[in-house]
């Protein structure tokens, strides 16, 4: 059983803060990795991609990918209280095999910025 | 760019009807759309890979003759709820892989449907 774990929090920052948001896997053999926001009540948006080790930066973004620790962390610089939401973690197995890029999500972690 | 409509946003019926749901890619073509499910305060479950020109591929626990999954061009799957029932009451959430051997998906913004 493919497994991605989030802590489901919720997770609160104060306005302006770091907000880091924290995802393991289980399967080694993963190839890409997302990091989703969805508003209650709406569908997810697709915040950031990572394939590779190490940072990838994106505005107030930046994701962070451990292969060898099957772990990718989300950090949200100068979080804002429109920021406040739930982030998905997803990962897909199988990048451009049979698996046609299924994705497998985390139960999301609840982030709330407050003012 | 990349994005993915659905109709209709939100869709109330009467338990036994049948209720179809669209998925649009509008601006790419679409070779895969996916099917998720979501209840409240829940993540989201994938129901079925929808491949152009082919049969969907279900996931395990999803009953394929329920959820009729139509995928006749490259930018419209389609989703048929039949014989609907209460519990069938889901918020329905199609996504589109935008480029072959591409994993990102983008999402529709969903359907919510209710089975009184």
């Known amino acids: 059983q493919k497994e991605v774990e989030q802590n489901s929090g919720p997770l609160s920052v104060p306005e302006g803060a770091i907000a880091s948001l924290n995802c393991t896997y289980s399967?080694?053999?993963?190839?890409?990795f997302f990091w989703y926001r969805q508003y209650s009540g709406k569908s997810p948006e697709l915040i950031m991609f990572?394939?590779?080790?190490g940072d990838k930066e994106d505005g107030r973004f930046t994701a962070q990918l451990n292969k060898a620790s099957q772990y990718v962390s989300l950090l949200i610089r100068d979080s804002q209280p429109s920021d406040s939401a739930t982030y998905l973690c997803?990962?897909?197995?199988?990048?451009?095999?049979?698996?046609?890029?299924?994705?497998?999500f985390g139960q999301g972690t609840i982030l709330t910025v407050h003012p | 760019g990349a994005v993915v409509s659905q109709h209709p946003s939100r869709v109330i019926c009467k338990s036994g009807t049948s209720v179809k749901i669209e998925c649009r890619s509008l601006?790419?073509?679409?070779?895969?759309m996916f099917w998720y499910r979501q209840f409240p305060k829940k993540s989201l479950m994938l129901m079925a890979t929808?491949?152009?020109?082919?049969?969907?591929?279900?996931e395990q626990g999803v009953e394929k003759d329920k959820f009729l999954i139509n995928h006749a061009s490259l930018t419209l799957s389609t989703l048929t709820v039949t014989s609907a029932h209460p519990e069938d009451s889901s918020f329905y959430i199609c996504?589109?892989?935008?480029?072959?051997?591409?994993?990102?998906?983008?999402f529709g913004p969903g359907t919510r449907l209710t089975v009184l």
């Open positions: 996504s589109a892989r935008a480029i072959a051997g591409s994993d990102t998906q983008y």
């Open positions: 399967d080694r053999g993963s190839q890409s």
């Open positions: 990572i394939y590779s080790n």
């Open positions: 997803a990962v897909n197995w199988d990048a451009g095999g049979t698996s046609y890029g299924k994705l497998t």
């Open positions: 601006d790419f073509q679409a070779t895969t």
């Open positions: 929808s491949n152009e020109g082919s049969k969907a591929t279900y």
